[in-house]
């Protein structure tokens, strides 16, 4: 109960400012985005508004949106994970390998998910206990990860056979795919534990301030731990996605996943330096995201400019946050 208490406390403090302020109307202004985004892609990109185009368009904001969700608290907590993409590809192969070795699906699906929580914990042991940066754990996570995949595999995908519950993930219901059902379930998950609880209310805390929130009584150390295996966790669940839209293993797949997460989070209005963030921005981010990668694709765009758009956004995103912030603290020193 004083844990609760002292996270509100602090919490407070690292919200406070206008900042809330910001967070609507950054949200209000990615909602006129997509909006826009619609309207321009509809008249210049054809095919756009097809059906097949939009169960895409779901499809891959589920993608890069369950891992989004995970990658908001971190940073959120002021640090940052970019091993997605490789622990992604990572698990999509040890799912492929316990189906080929006969493990009862939902068994393969539950051991995919503790290896990615445990794999994903890695980089946060090193950041609470041994004061390695977030961004070089996760850094050599990502090419160990990746490397391995590729080692196991030698570049070539896994097959796994028919399989009635992943060909089940794969297949609309009511036109929805499962996909985006399960990460919209999951993003009403984290919306509430980062709002509505003392978990929550701590990530914030440690974001504002880490050596304050330790000494209000948060133990900071394993809120880190436990952000880094939610993330490998997430992780590993659109890792069994991805098995169940290819139908194998891939080594070689969800390259570059983790750029489109963190520019989804930082769209959103998530500050990279901590302490102010939102679901239902990174939410708007993802969406945002998402449209201009796939009007991007019907429009011809070459996918090397395609990565010069993304690193725009990012930059473009960052420089909001920053020139926010400073606008708050002028308006506290007033």
């Known amino acids: 109960m004083a844990i609760d208490q002292a996270a509100k406390s602090a919490a407070a403090k690292a919200d406070k400012g206008g ?6 109307m950054n949200e209000l202004s990615l909602f006129v985005a997509i909006i826009v985004l619609y309207v321009v892609f509809t008249s210049t990109a054809g095919g756009f508004m097809s059906f097949n185009n939009q169960i895409n368009i ?8 369950i891992a989004a969700w995970a990658a908001t608290l971190i940073i959120i907590a002021g640090e940052i994970d970019v091993s997605v993409g490789p622990m992604v590809a990572f698990i999509s192969v ?9 493990v009862p699906t939902p068994l393969a699906f539950a051991l995919a998910i ?12 090193l950041r609470a206990y041994f004061d390695v940066p977030s961004f070089v754990g ?9 490397g391995i995949a590729l080692f196991v595999t030698d570049a070539l995908p896994v097959s796994i056979g028919r399989n009635d519950l992943l060909d089940a993930l794969d297949q609309s219901i009511f036109g929805v795919p499962p996909a985006a059902i399960i990460m919209l379930v999951l993003f009403a998950v984290f919306a509430f534990v980062s709002r509505k609880t003392a978990f929550g209310r701590s990530v914030f805390a440690i974001g504002g301030n880490a050596q304050a929130a330790f000494l209000s009584g948060i133990n900071v150390s394993r809120i880190r731990v436990a952000l880094f295996a939610i993330a490998g966790a997430m992780a590993a669940i659109s890792g069994i996605l991805l098995v169940s839209r290819l139908g194998s293993g891939n080594a070689t797949a969800a390259t570059g996943l983790e750029f489109d997460v963190i520019a989804a989070v ?19 981010g993802v969406l945002v995201i998402t449209l201009i990668g796939n009007g991007l694709v019907l429009l011809g765009i070459n996918p090397f400019f395609q990565q010069v758009v993304r690193g725009l956004i990012i930059v473009v995103a960052v ?3 920053i020139q926010a912030i400073k606008r708050s603290a002028s308006r506290n020193k007033g």
């Open 19 to 24: 900042i809330s302020f910001f967070q609507h």
């Open 58 to 65: 779901l499809r891959d904001a589920a993608t890069i949106g």
């Open 94 to 102: 040890v799912l492929a390998d316990l189906l080929q070795w006969g």
């Open 114 to 125: 503790v290896v990615g929580a445990l794999l994903g914990s890695i980089p946060g042991i």
């Open 138 to 146: 996760t850094l050599g996570l990502w090419s160990a990860l990746r």
């Open 266 to 284: 930082v769209v959103g209005g998530t500050s990279l330096s901590g302490g102010r963030g939102s679901m239902l921005g990174t939410l708007l």
């Open 319 to 321: 420089l909001a946050n």
